[in-house]
């Protein structure tokens, strides 16, 4: 029966946590950055042993502070016995983990009810010490915003915010004083003396009574004085704990663009707090927790995706504890509580079955539900495949170049990509001996994929129509070559993208509209269309992304998007293999096997390699944590040297914080050697040897 009755509530909690959750996705998704589920797994499985100990132990120097608070408002009454300890942090201990459970701090019935059933608290008793908690609580945060608000190191929004908060919680608290005090006892005498001929309201009377007198209790013999000291205390154990475990997840792979300030982390915190108390049905506080703390970041200046990020991280890792400690207490709970009293034959038979009314509630709850779900779940995959709206923020240098290794004995030559850097996106080069790096093109478009031509003297790439293009579109790009003698640039042909070379040198390839690969001839400038969509065993409305041609073979290696999704080799006699799932596959040089991204290894993704239609899929390449998030690989000519990117855990290529490393065909994956520091988005890297 309790379950029952409980389910619609707890239904619509959900709903609600869902439908915040899918809002803030769809906020973070007009930033035009990405936040998944994997970037959270991975932040959870940074965090170290030693801050998860640290961190519990503060949990439960908290739980036996306010266990100590609260025998302290319970034990007003001078002739009753001495509210026992060990029953009383077991039941507190269950309500840190009730308390969210159900929405505007509902889940403090509960402690009151489990007070009545371990402890034989009278609930007036009880209700008055959660009510006597609320206002402590309340109480001890105007002193810290007014300092905050006061002192002049903290930044100058935090200020302005923080003294119309302090001034907002002191009327709050002097409301719920007003409420507590002559406000019960007066409800009580209101209930008596419109009751006099209506029986039912006697006890209503009286249990306001009790109320009431055990609030003025606590008014007398220094109760309050004590308990705001310790709820000082209790303020300072839980903020340390979180603010600690902040802290832990920032330092996180993929978020270390957060260099929050201790105070500014403290007023989120707050703020996640308050979010999770508003009077909205969600499950667990989330959705409202995250709204919370990420306002709050937000109005400070931090990326809206990074705070909701990192407090999403820390809600999660918090209420698992919470939920670890509560669980264990409440099978304690149930051994040491006394057993249940018999039911009256009323209270069954009023309760025997639901009504149609609670079955309505029911169902109306439950399409509720699925609504949310459906919504988060579209958001989610809107956040995943965001087409970047915006361009992503340029970032700073994270660790000095001088930290670079060496290449490998005897390897001259250079590397280009594409970097963020400098404001857009430009193609730069680096020399791997000294690493220096120089900004080979500075124009105002969007300027990716460099390929270098076979005699390393030229490079096409691909420049945008518009300011700035998503990789995700495949028609808004126009097709470069770069003379790197001379510094000239040469268009090639208009809306054509992912250019490459012949082996030769004589040709350059590319895709054009996404939908027909185009053989374009450097000395007369004429084109002609190998492949495309719906001829030679394409199907129609496919994408052909990253189209890599084998002129000895004449097939060509790319990935379907589209009507279709898979990678594929697709030769001019309309023969057509299919490799498998992933992306990015590319053929060796001289085209002796291809090698792609595709899923496995330890973030989600790995490199492999596959001779077509003869060896089976080789695992190749999987880069050791933080950054193994592996894409963009590319082989030299030689095929002794492979350079590629890798995150530390966000995936949009124009977006996330991908850093270029260079590796040694054969060698151990611990030996990748890392060529940039930079918190800006480098991608599409290719590399020159002499």
């Known amino acids: 029966m309790v379950i029952r009755q409980s389910l619609p509530r707890l239904m619509t909690g959900l709903a609600s946590s869902l439908f915040l959750m899918a809002g803030l996705m769809y906020l973070v998704e007009r930033t035009g950055t990405e936040v998944n589920l994997a970037m959270v797994l991975e932040l959870l499985k940074a965090i170290s042993p030693g801050v998860l100990l640290g961190y519990t132990l503060i949990v439960l120097a908290n739980t036996l502070a306010r266990t100590v608070r609260y025998r302290l408002l319970l034990d007003t009454r001078p002739d009753a016995p001495k509210t026992d300890f060990g029953p009383l942090l077991v039941v507190t201990a269950v309500r840190n983990m009730v308390v969210d459970l159900l929405p505007a701090r ?15 608290t009278p609930a007036a008793s009880g209700l008055a010490a959660v009510a006597l908690s609320l206002l402590l609580d309340i109480v001890v945060l105007v002193p810290l915003l007014l300092g905050v608000a006061l002192v002049p190191l903290t930044g100058p929004a935090l200020r302005e915010g923080s003294f119309p908060a302090a001034v907002l919680l002191t009327t709050l608290s002097m409301v719920v004083a007003l409420v507590l005090w002559p406000g019960f006892r007066l409800m009580a005498r209101w209930c008596r003396s419109i009751g006099t001929n209506r029986p039912r309201l006697h006890r209503a009377v009286a249990f306001l009574l009790d109320i009431a007198d055990a609030l003025n209790r606590s008014r007398h013999g220094g109760t309050l004085g004590r308990a705001l000291a310790i709820t000082v205390v209790i303020r300072f154990l839980k903020y340390s704990g979180l603010t600690l475990l902040f802290y832990a997840v920032v330092s996180g792979p993929g978020v270390q663009d957060i260099d929050a300030v201790v105070t500014d982390v403290v007023a989120a915190l707050v703020a996640s707090e308050v979010g999770a108390s508003l009077p909205i049905p969600t ?35 918090s209420q698992i504890l919470d939920y670890a400690i509560g669980g264990i207490c409440l099978v304690v709970f149930f051994l040491i509580s006394p057993g249940r009293r018999d039911r009256r034959r009323s209270e069954n038979a ?53 930290a670079a290794a060496t290449p490998p004995d005897g ?17 730069l080069r680096m020399h791997l001996q000294g690493r220096h790096i120089s900004r ?6 969007t300027e990716t994929f460099p390929r270098i031509s076979p005699d390393g003297r030229s490079i096409v790439f691909m420049r945008s129509r518009q300011p700035w293009v998503s990789l995700r579109d495949p028609v808004n790009w126009d097709t470069y070559l770069l003379n790197l003698d001379s510094g000239q640039e040469r268009l090639l042909a208009e809306y054509a993208g992912t250019p490459s070379w012949s082996t030769d040198g004589q040709h350059v390839y590319f895709q054009r509209r996404g939908s027909a690969f185009v053989e374009y001839e450097l000395s007369s400038g004429k084109e002609r269309v190998l492949l495309r969509s719906g001829v030679g065993g394409i ?42 799932g992933g992306c990015q596959i590319t053929w060796s040089p001289r085209g002796r096997f291809v090698y792609w991204v595709d899923r496995g290894g330890l973030m989600e993704n790995r490199l492999y390699r596959q001779i077509p239609g003869k060896d089976m899929v080789e695992p190749w390449l999987d880069l050791p944590a933080p950054y193994s998030h592996e894409y963009f690989p590319k082989l030299n000519r030689g095929g002794r040297y492979l350079v ?3 995150s530390a855990g966000g995936h949009e290529h124009d977006v996330a914080d991908y850093e270029i490393f260079l590796w040694q065909v054969g060698a151990p994956a611990d030996q990748v050697q890392r060529l940039t520091f930079h918190s800006g988005n480098d991608n599409w890297p290719d590399i020159y040897t002499d």
């Not at 109005?299 to 995706?305: C, D, E, S």
């Not at 699925?370 to 956040?383: C, F, K, M, S």
């Not at 390897?411 to 193609?427: A, T």
Request: hydrophobic letters at 45%.
């Open 106 to 120: 509902i889940g403090e019935l509960v402690f009151v009810g489990l007070l009545k059933r371990a402890c034989a």
């Open 283 to 317: 499950l667990m506080g989330f959705g409202a927790y995250e709204a919370g703390g990420a306002a709050a970041l937000g109005l400070l200046g931090y990326p809206l995706a990074l705070a909701l990020l990192v407090l999403l991280t820390v809600h999660i890792v």
């Open 350 to 402: 009023s309760v025997s079955a639901p009504s149609h009314g609670r079955w309505s509630y029911i169902g109306a709850a439950a399409l509720t539900l699925v609504l949310a779900g459906g919504l988060l779940v579209y958001q989610l995959d809107r956040v995943r495949s965001v087409r970047s709206l915006v361009a992503p923020p340029a970032g700073g240098i994270t660790v000095s170049q001088d």
């Open 411 to 427: 390897l001259d030559g250079w590397v280009v990509w594409s970097s963020n850097r400098y404001g857009n996106h430009d193609i």
């Open 440 to 445: 080979l093109t500075d124009h105002p478009h």
């Open 539 to 580: 199907p129609a409305g496919v994408e052909l992304q990253t189209p890599s041609f084998n002129a000895e073979t004449e097939g060509l290696a790319s990935t379907w998007r589209g009507t279709q999704r898979k990678t594929v080799i697709n030769y001019s006699n309309g023969t057509t293999i299919s490799i498998g």
């Open 644 to 646: 590629l990117g890798a």
